[in-house]
């Protein structure tokens, strides 16, 4: 085994940033196997596995990271494996930084372990050396059967865990594409469509069947998947929904939500217009309200369809920017600007329609709101207008409805999301179970696999008990 020693990070090799800054190519490209073990000799190993606290699906990391350490790269994917049927995509998308590397003891020494490179690394080892093709146990023609509403992460982990378990689930997508916002939100150059596929052909693989185009709501609801003779159902339909600034000229040709923009480039292709059908805007000079990660994924997605300058606006300062550290950094790299304590108040068009400014106001920050994040306030007098023929608007999403008005019984917060318990997901229908973002709100994938998970294992209890009472 490799001594353990206390170097620092072992630094991953990205693409160039201008060269990527023009091209949907991954931008991080993983390490080597020989980087990888140099990583992993990191690892303290620690008996009280502090990391293992900070991950959702409690992957047993420093038993997976000693295996890479000695170069046992087949057992550490199997012990990821156990946990997480989506390591690879979680390997790329967590913020392991305020999860599973935040607790880690060598964060006080040179930088914590980089637990989700590693993530990465035996994922995507195990797809290119072992076989993908084998066969995996089938649900027996008698088992219950599980239907499952929305192909994102949420959906995606219930579905493996149940069907690991035996039963017999059914996943119902309203797009004609898998993946949820693992497709539509987030772009290439983060996250390539090989691994995501690769990933849910790995879940059909364990008898999983998939149906899309198939609206749960409109095409059929939520208590007539019960009466058709699904034994439960989870819910996992995401928070796609974007939420607006309310501001004058929001109507403007040229002006997009978030959701709308990544949805077109990322799962209609619009980027291959006119030779693809899905328009979209070229966009020249762009700004991008909001600062979490999908405006970042906006700001680089505008950059790499050809705009000369792509700004975020964003009415707090830096140190209340939610966007993961390694996606400023990423975006500060390709040449994105930053338009800190400012917020916009109008969008102005010409005479057909188009956007061509955006009237905004300086703003400064006072005591902490509900968020704990201090509330910024305009300061009077300080107007001034930015030339922009696109602006996205990146400042949030809820959940969509649809469910929650079409099924009588189901219990809702104010702000929409479906009341369940936190424990297992139930909802106020017997047999209906939800997690992810259309219970908690937009969150990270990995909350929402670790939803999907407990979910699981609420239904397999449940079942059982329903099954021991006939």
């Not at 001594?3 to 091209?23: C, G, L, S, V």
């Not at 913020?95 to 035996?122: D, H, S, T």
């Not at 077109?264 to 899905?278: D, I, S």
């Not at 400014?357 to 910024?376: F, K, N, T, V």
Request: charged share 25%.
């Amino acid at each position: 085994m490799a001594k353990r020693e206390r170097k620092p990070r072992t630094p991953m090799p990205e693409q160039d940033p201008q060269a990527r800054a023009r091209n949907f190519e991954e931008v991080a490209l993983g390490y080597t196997e020989e980087m990888a073990v140099e990583e992993a000799s990191r690892c303290l190993a620690c008996k009280n596995k502090p990391c293992v606290r900070g991950c959702p699906v409690n992957i047993d990391i420093p038993a997976f990271i000693q295996l890479v350490a000695e170069r046992r790269f087949k057992e550490a994917a199997e012990v990821v494996a156990q946990a997480n049927a989506l390591a690879a995509i979680c390997g790329r998308v967590c913020p392991q930084e305020e999860q599973c590397e935040k607790y880690c003891v060598m964060a006080k020494v040179n930088g914590p372990v980089a637990i989700g490179r590693l993530e990465r690394f035996v994922a995507d080892w195990a797809r290119e050396h072992l076989p993908q093709n084998g066969a995996h146990p089938q649900p027996a023609p008698d088992a219950q059967r599980v239907a499952v509403v929305g192909a994102g992460p949420a959906g995606l982990t219930c579905a493996g865990d149940l069907a690991a378990k035996g039963y017999r689930v059914c996943v119902f997508e309203a797009l004609h594409e898998l993946g949820g916002v693992l497709r539509y939100g987030i772009p290439e150059f983060r996250l390539p469509r090989s691994i995501l596929d690769a990933q849910i052909e790995s879940i059909r693989r364990m008898g999983v069947e998939f149906y899309t185009n198939t609206v749960v709501g409109r095409t059929f609801t939520i208590r007539q998947l019960l009466e058709s003779g699904f034994d439960a159902v989870f819910i996992g339909t995401g928070a796609g929904a974007p939420v607006f600034l309310n501001i004058p000229g929001e109507e403007l040709n040229g002006v997009y939500a978030a959701n709308e923009f990544l949805t077109r480039v990322n799962l209609m292709n619009a980027k291959e217009f006119p030779v693809e059908g899905t328009p979209l805007k070229r966009p020249r000079r762009c700004a991008v309200i909001g600062a979490g990660n999908t405006a970042m994924d906006a700001a680089r997605t505008a950059l790499r369809l050809g705009a000369e300058e792509v700004t975020i606006v964003y009415r707090r300062s830096r140190e209340e920017m939610p966007a993961r550290a390694e996606e400023l950094h990423h975006a500060e790299e390709e040449g994105v600007k930053f338009q800190l304590l400012t917020n916009p108040v109008e969008f102005i068009g010409d005479e057909n329609g188009w956007l061509q400014r955006m009237r905004c106001i300086r703003m400064e920050l006072g005591e902490p709101d509900e968020s704990g994040r201090r509330r910024p306030h305009p300061v009077p007098g300080t107007e001034f207008e930015m030339e922009v023929d696109t602006a996205i608007i990146a400042v949030g999403q809820t959940p969509n409805p649809l469910i929650r008005q079409t099924t009588e019984g189901l219990a809702v917060e104010k702000w929409g999301g479906i009341v369940v318990d936190e424990r297992t997901g139930a909802t106020s229908i017997p047999g209906v179970f939800a997690g992810g973002d259309v219970a908690t709100g937009a969150a990270t994938v990995i909350t929402a696999m670790g939803a999907g998970r407990r979910s699981a294992i609420a239904i397999d209890e449940y079942l059982k008990a329903k099954r021991a009472a006939t």
